[in-house]
C-alpha cells in the first residue's frame, strides 16, 4: 500500500524533516514503497504539484522539493502500486481546481467495477481522468459528490459538506464492489483545498497530531500557545498533522479508529467525527 502526510498550520512551514530527515520520513519509508511520489502545497491559495515515478529517497527532483517547500498546507504521499502502472498520471496527490487529494488502500477485483465507478462520475469531471487507478476515480467520485452540495469553483465549502461528500463517496464504492461480490475497499484519504483537511480512515491506518510534548520554537514563535503543548481547550488549533505512521518528533500523536474523520476547518477548528 501507500503512506500518507498532510499538513495544515497557521503558519508558512517547512516539512523538510517530515518528508525527508525524520526517522521514519516518507523518504525512508519509500524504500518499501517505491512506485512514485507526490507533493501538493499551496502557495497564494493556489495548489502546486509535483510528482515523480523514482523511489522518494532516491529522486534528486524529491529532495530538491522537500528541501524548498515552505507552505501552510502540504500533503504528501509515497506509492507501492497495487492498481495501474507506474506512470506520473498514476502518482497522487491528484488535483482538480483548487482540490487535492491523496489515498491510501484498494478497492480489490478493480477493474471488474470500473466501468461502473466511472458511470457515476459527473460527464463534465469524467473526462478529466488521465490515469488508470482507483484513487484517481474515487477522487472524482468525490468531486461529483461535492458538486451536487457546493459550487467546486467558490472558496469556503463548509466542512460538514466535505465531510458528507467524502462519506458518500465511500459508502458508494463500497455499495458497488459488495454489489459485484468483491472484498471491502480499503479508503484511508486525506482531501484538502488549502484552507481545510480533512483525513478518512478506512481500512489503512491514519494518525493525526494538535500538539507537542513541547515545542522546540516555543520562545521564538509568534504563534505559541498553550494548545501547541497539549490537548486544545477551545477546539482551535496551530496545526494539524495527518499521517499514515506517527513521526519521530514531539509531536503526540493519536490513531483515527475505522471509519473516524479528523478535519481543521479554514478557522483552524479541529473536528473529530466517528
Known amino acids: 500500500m501507500c503512506r500518507l502526510l498532510g499538513f495544515r498550520s497557521v503558519l508558512d512551514s517547512q516539512v523538510h524533516r517530515s518528508l525527508v530527515h525524520a526517522d521514519n520520513a516518507l523518504a525512508v519509508q519509500s524504500a518499501a514503497h517505491p512506485h ?3 507533493v501538493a502545497y499551496y502557495a497564494s491559495g493556489a495548489p502546486h504539484v509535483v510528482k515523480g515515478t523514482e523511489a522518494a529517497a532516491n529522486d534528486l527532483l524529491f529532495h530538491r522539493v522537500s528541501g524548498v517547500v515552505t507552505s501552510q498546507t502540504v500533503l504528501a504521499h509515497i506509492r507501492n502500486a497495487t492498481q495501474g502502472d507506474i506512470h506520473t498520471l498514476n502518482c497522487h496527490p491528484f488535483q482538480y481546481g483548487r482540490w487535492t487529494l491523496a489515498h491510501n488502500g484498494d478497492i480489490p477485483g478493480f477493474p471488474e467495477v470500473r466501468d461502473t465507478l466511472r458511470e457515476r462520475v459527473a460527464p463534465k469531471l469524467r473526462r478529466f481522468l488521465l490515469g488508470d487507478t ?3 476515480l474515487l477522487f472524482h467520485l468525490f468531486l461529483t459528490h461535492l458538486a451536487s452540495r457546493a459550487d467546486l469553483a467558490r472558496r469556503g465549502t463548509p466542512l460538514p459538506m466535505v465531510i458528507d461528500a467524502l462519506r458518500a463517496m465511500v ?3 463500497r455499495a458497488v464492489s459488495a454489489g459485484a461480490g468483491l472484498d471491502d475497499p480499503l479508503l484511508t484519504f486525506i482531501v484538502t483545498d488549502g484552507e481545510l483537511m480533512v483525513g478518512h480512515m478506512g481500512g489503512k491506518p491514519l494518525h493525526w497530531s494538535t500538539h507537542k510534548e513541547r515545542c522546540p520554537e516555543r520562545e521564538v514563535c509568534p504563534f505559541f500557545a498553550p494548545e501547541c503543548e497539549a490537548p486544545s481547550r477551545s477546539g482551535h488549533v496551530n496545526h494539524l498533522l495527518l499521517a ?3 513521526l519521530q518528533g514531539d509531536n503526540v500523536w493519536t490513531p483515527l479508529p475505522a471509519g473516524g474523520i479528523t478535519a ?6 479541529v473536528h473529530h467525527v466517528v
Do not use: L
Not at 481543521?264 to 477548528?269: A, I, L, S, T
Open 171 to 173: 459508502d458508494e464504492a
Open 244 to 246: 499514515s505512521e506517527p
Open 264 to 269: 481543521v476547518d479554514p478557522f483552524m477548528r
Open 36 to 38: 512514485g511520489w507526490g
Open 134 to 136: 482507483d484513487s484517481e
